[in-house]
Nanobody
Framework: QLQLVESGGDLVQPGGSLRLSCAAS????????IGWFRQAPGKEREGVSC????????NYADSVKGRFTISRDNAKNTVSLQMNSLKPGDTAVYYC??????????????????WGQGTQVTVSS
């Protein structure tokens, strides 16, 4: 059974950093396009950053460009989201999602089949 597990969410002060990790069991993440998404209370889920199968291409929402970095660690079978210069507006539940054999970097929700349960990120002083 394909499972994704997010970790690394926490309470952090504005300007701080967090590193989220998406781990997989049952399949090799490098064969999948992976996306990070987030959902704040009362808002729709939105794409944050996505990486193609093999990691050759990445995509970022305008709101996080220059602050967030998505990357793969194939040895650990994980995909990470390094988040720097965090703002209160980044507060949300963060989800990773996977689509098999996809080379795209689209962050459209409907393009991803497998989803994790999410990890809470709270940015507050």
């Amino acid at each position: 059974q394909l499972q994704l597990v997010e970790s690394g969410g926490d309470l952090v002060q504005p300007g701080g950093s967090l590193r989220l990790s998406c781990a997989a069991s049952g399949f090799t993440l490098d064969y999948y396009a992976i996306g990070w998404f987030r959902q704040a209370p009362g808002k729709e889920r939105e794409g944050v950053s996505c990486i193609s199968r093999g990691g050759g291409s990445t995509n970022y929402a305008d709101s996080v460009k220059g602050r967030f970095t998505i990357s793969r660690d194939n040895a650990k079978n994980t995909v990470s989201l390094q988040m720097n210069s965090l703002k209160p507006g980044d507060t949300a539940v963060y989800y990773c999602a996977a689509e098999p054999y996809a080379y795209y970097t689209s962050c459209r929700l409907y393009k991803y089949t497998y989803w994790g349960q999410g990890t809470q990120v709270t940015v507050s002083s």
